[in-house]
């Protein structure tokens, strides 16, 4: 299984980017599907997640409000981020929940995916 996490970039802040991560079969159509971040010299930490109906969601504090997390009938799954600031500059990776719903855990984790950097100037 791979999955793929495309869309970084660099970007001013205050602006916008779309996120998307798709996976190389169907394992993630009956998993949650979360977004997890790593600044340089930060661990890893829980950005957004999904349910496997897309019902459910779940956002870490500082992004609620900015960022949009849904899934289409593919099992794509993306991230929408808006008013983008500097503190949002990290490696952004999907992940595939071992159950159906979203997970805050590393530990709760079956697959990730290839990161992708995204980059907010101030």
């Known amino acids: 299984v791979q999955l793929q996490a495309s869309g970084g970039g660099l970007v001013q802040e205050g602006g916008s980017l779309r996120l998307s991560c798709t996976a190389s079969r169907r394992t993630s159509s009956n998993n949650g599907v979360n977004w997890f971040r790593q600044s340089l010299g930060k661990e890893r930490e829980f950005v957004a997640g999904i349910s496997w109906r897309g019902g459910i969601t779940d956002y870490e504090d500082s992004v609620k409000g900015r960022f949009t997390i849904s899934r289409d009938a593919k099992n794509t799954v993306f991230l929408e981020m808006n008013n983008l600031k500097p503190e949002d500059t990290a490696v952004y990776y999907c992940?595939?929940?071992?159950?159906?719903?979203?997970?805050?855990?590393?530990?709760?984790?079956?697959?990730w995916g290839r990161g992708t950097l995204v980059t907010v100037s101030s």
């Open positions: 992940a595939v929940s071992r159950s159906s719903m979203a997970t805050r855990s590393s530990t709760g984790i079956a697959y």
